[in-house]
Structures are given as C-alpha cells and as structure tokens.
C-alpha cells in the first residue's frame, strides 16, 4: 500500500494561485488512478478533480474548471494540483485519493466511493 502526504496549503488572497503536490511512498505510483477532493466547513466532502493512471485522461468539476489543472509525474511519485484565479468558496481541506487499476485501464473516478485509500489533507484558505 501507498503512503501519501498532501503538501502545498496555505492562506493566500482572493485571485492568487497555489500548487498542491500528493506525495507518494512504497509501490509505484503508476498503478493508481488518482483525485482531489476538498471538504469546507460545514459541507460533505466534493469531487474536485481526476487523473487516469497514465495521465491520459483528466476530469473537473464544474466549480474548478478553467482555473485548477491535476497533473501527474509518476517519475516522482507525486501529483499535483495547480490552482489559480482562488476564491474564498474554494476554502476547504484538500485531499489526494487513490484506488489500483489494472495495466490496461485508463478511467478517471469522480465519486469517493471509488477510492480506498485517503492522504491527511492540507488545509486551503483564500481570503477575500
């Protein structure tokens, strides 16, 4: 199993950008199909964005599309969240998850149910 740690959080203003980065040790991060998912205050947790084992394939929520791009350098072992254009509703603890897919796959998941395995999260504050 891997160990993942989000990084990259912070308290920025209204407008600015920030690059969130899931790190990953143990197996090999090529075998996973990933995602980000944010939890506000007070709100259940939401689908932010997914990225195939490959890389390949890559799918948004509507609130983020346009300003957030998921990559991934499976060199690395570390996917990556950039966000810019941050609003105050784009406050929340941001979370990696990650779920094993075959060789042959290439699909992207949207609903946490999906995923099995959970980093810690870090914490996201946009200030307007």
Known sequence: QVQVVESGGGL????DS???SCAASGRAFSVYALGWF???PG???????AISRGGDNTRYADSVKGRFTISRDNAKNTM???M???KPDDTAVYYCAYRMVSPFEDSVYESERN???WGQGTQVTVSS
Request: charged letters at 25%; aromatic letters at 16%; zero cysteines.
């Open 12 to 15: 920025v203003q209204a407008g």
């Open 18 to 20: 920030l690059r969130l």
């Open 38 to 40: 944010r939890q506000a």
């Open 43 to 49: 709100k259940e947790r939401e689908f932010v964005a």
């Open 80 to 82: 990556y969240l950039q």
């Open 84 to 86: 810019s254009g941050l």
């Open 115 to 117: 995923y099995p395995y």
